[in-house]
């Protein structure tokens, strides 16, 4: 990839559209004056040298690719002519036979970062339409590679059910770590030292995992087989419905990710 590429991200005022730019310019990926992002209302206040504008379509006519990145309730008023150029989304629900004529494009991309693309830690799932080039499928890999770490994965319906896994990125975890905090609480911790516990067992967990490249249910069943106080939490856990909450989640979020990309 060449440093001289043109990006542009429609919603590049938002939380994601933000973190990608961010990524993007650390990587060296683009330069911060070939680097167009778009706000509605008020321009953010960093990014500096990057050309920033309210006109989608003024984004989109200087720029080689274009990274759409509104929320799924945005994106049918979204009118912006890509002009056969590489159109990368990163919204919700919309599929790939919509976007290419939604942009006016063959060259689609339908993808899924999360918010810890932030941090340079997503995991991003991806797949292009069948006029996707190889430059193009490179383009892609090396955009999503700066915010963590990427898959180009074999069908849209893949897209869906990680819509719900991945995509909500931190979100379980925190929910995890948010039922853990109240519980020690409750036991009489302040929530200064709950937070602070319950913060670093997560981050630790997370680096062990990254750090070992393990499979998750090996480190689960070596606690289990040690028949100490982990194990007893992991037992009355399962016996709980902890697997089964979780698999509910999981279904509830692939059905509202069908839903939004029914007609589209």
Same mark, same amino acid.
């Given at each position: =990839?060449?440093?001289?590429?043109?990006? @542009?991200?429609? @919603?590049?005022?938002?939380?994601?559209?933000?973190?990608?730019?961010?990524?993007?310019? &650390?990587?060296?990926?683009?330069?911060?004056?070939?680097?167009?992002?778009?706000?509605? $209302?008020?321009?953010?206040?960093?990014?500096?040298?990057?050309?920033?504008? $309210?006109? &989608?379509?003024?984004?989109?006519?200087?720029? #080689?690719?274009?990274? %759409?990145?509104?929320?799924?309730?945005?994106?049918?008023?979204? %009118?912006?002519?890509?002009?056969?150029?590489?159109?990368?989304?990163?919204?919700?629900? *919309?599929?790939?036979?919509?976007?290419?004529?939604?942009? &006016?494009?063959?060259? %689609?991309?339908?993808?899924?970062?999360?918010?810890?693309?932030?941090?340079?830690?997503?995991?991003?799932?991806?797949?292009?339409?069948?006029?996707?080039?190889?430059? #193009?499928?490179?383009? *892609?890999? /090396?955009?999503?590679?700066?915010?963590? !770490?990427?898959?180009?994965?074999?069908?849209?319906?893949?897209? #869906?059910?990680?819509?719900?896994?991945?995509?909500?990125?931190?979100?379980?975890?925190?929910?995890?770590? !948010?039922? =853990? =905090?109240?519980? /020690?609480?409750?036991? @009489?911790?302040?929530?200064?030292?709950?937070?602070?516990? *319950? $913060?670093?067992?997560?981050?630790?967990?997370?680096?062990?995992?990254?750090?070992? #490249?393990?499979?998750?249910?090996?480190?689960?069943?070596?606690? *289990?087989?040690?028949?100490? !106080? $982990?194990?007893?939490?992991?037992?009355?856990?399962?016996?709980?419905?902890?697997?089964?909450?979780?698999?509910?989640?999981? %279904?509830?979020?692939?059905?509202?990710?069908?839903?939004?990309?029914?007609?589209?």
């Amino acid at each position: =990839m060449s440093g001289s590429l043109r990006i @542009g991200i429609v @919603g590049g005022g938002g939380w994601l559209g933000g973190s990608i730019a961010a990524s993007l310019l &650390n990587a060296g990926l683009v330069q911060p004056h070939a680097l167009s992002l778009s706000y509605r $209302t008020e321009q953010p206040n960093r990014l500096n040298g990057s050309f920033w504008t $309210t006109d &989608n379509q003024q984004l989109a006519d200087r720029s #080689d690719v274009m990274i %759409v990145s509104v929320r799924p309730a945005d994106w049918p008023p979204l %009118v912006i002519d890509a002009d056969g150029k590489l159109v990368i989304s990163v919204v919700a629900g *919309v599929r790939l036979g919509r976007l290419a004529e939604h942009h &006016n494009t063959k060259r %689609v991309i339908r993808s899924l970062p999360n918010a810890a693309a932030e941090v340079g830690k997503s995991y991003t799932p991806w797949i292009g339409s069948a006029d996707v080039t190889d430059e #193009d499928r490179a383009i *892609v890999r /090396a955009i999503f590679d700066a915010c963590g !770490t990427q898959d180009e994965v074999a069908s849209e319906s893949d897209i #869906d059910y990680l819509t719900g896994l991945s995509g909500s990125g931190p979100a379980f975890p925190a929910l995890l770590a !948010t039922a =853990m =905090m109240n519980d /020690a609480v409750a036991r @009489g911790l302040s929530p200064e030292i709950a937070q602070r516990a *319950v $913060t670093a067992v997560l981050i630790g967990a997370g680096r062990l995992l990254e750090r070992r #490249d393990e499979c998750p249910t090996d480190t689960v069943e070596a606690f *289990v087989s040690y028949r100490g !106080t $982990t194990a007893a939490a992991i037992e009355a856990m399962r016996a709980a419905g902890f697997e089964t909450a979780v698999t509910a989640g999981l %279904v509830a979020a692939l059905k509202k990710s069908v839903s939004m990309g029914q007609g589209s």
